[in-house]
């Protein structure tokens, strides 16, 4: 596609339900970013896949948080049983891949837990 | 391990007056550096970087940024500021570990031009 996409946009959920967060990268980019950026903070890296190689998974929170990419295109961020503290925006990128290259960036998801 | 500090979460100028947003980094070798902007309600966009070369870097919207080794610096600069300009801007710098890839980004600076 022309950009990365990301969906939904908004999502508002109670707390203790599961949330699918749902990025689409730039056709023909190998490596995919997904990052967190709470209210008034940085951006808060949470997990990497390039190619076909293991995840760095180094930035995930806790283990309620999980993602995977499905045949190197389409990923998900999945959280578990969502507590107050998940509100952010999560934000997907994605780049050619290899060190040189900057990123594009959705739109992000706002996720709200109520 | 990489990291980069921006040292003032809020920078003020008067529009037609130069800009700098300051950033420092803190890698082993030599450093990939990155700066995005982030407009209100929308998503990261790029400016600029430095991989090698010219240590001064030009980039989008009339913005460059001057890679200073000696400083580790990579400040952002421009020499007449629009309101336009207000917005987060983000440095970052390319985390060179085992897996590599990943941009370690700073705290971001909220630029504030006015008329």
């Known amino acids: 596609g022309a950009g990365v996409s990301q969906s939904p946009s908004n999502k508002v959920t109670e707390k203790g339900k599961d949330v699918e967060l749902r990025c689409d990268p730039i056709?023909?980019?190998?490596?995919l970013y997904w990052y967190r950026q709470s209210l008034g903070q940085g951006l808060e890296f949470l997990i990497y896949?390039?190619?076909?190689?293991?995840?760095?998974k180094s930035g995930l929170p806790s283990d309620r948080f999980s993602a995977e990419r499905t045949g190197g295109s389409v990923s998900t961020l999945t959280i578990q049983r969502t507590q107050q503290e998940d509100s952010a925006v999560y934000l997907c990128?994605?780049?050619?891949?290899?060190?040189?290259?900057?990123?594009?960036f959705g739109s992000g998801t706002r996720l709200t837990v109520v | 391990a990489q990291s980069v500090a921006q040292p003032e979460d809020q920078v003020n100028v008067a529009e037609g007056n130069p800009l700098t947003v300051k950033c420092t980094y803190s890698?082993?070798?030599?450093?990939?550096l990155f700066w995005y902007v982030q407009y209100p309600n929308r998503g990261l966009q790029f400016l600029l970087k430095?991989?090698?070369?010219?240590?001064l870097v030009k980039g989008s919207y009339g913005f460059e940024a001057e890679f200073n080794k000696s400083q580790t610096s990579f400040h952002l600069k421009k020499p007449s500021a629009l309101v336009s300009d207000s917005a987060l801007y983000f440095c970052?710098?390319?985390?060179?570990?085992?897996?590599?890839?990943?941009?370690?980004f700073g705290q971001g600076t909220e630029l504030s031009v006015k008329p």
């Open positions: 056709s023909g980019h190998t490596a």
């Open positions: 990128a994605s780049s050619p891949g290899g060190d040189r290259y900057g990123y594009t």
């Open positions: 970052a710098v390319r985390d060179m570990g085992n897996q590599g890839g990943k941009l370690i």
């Open positions: 890698v082993s070798g030599n450093p990939y």
């Open positions: 430095y991989i090698t070369g010219d240590n």
């Open positions: 896949f390039q190619g076909n190689s293991a995840p760095d």
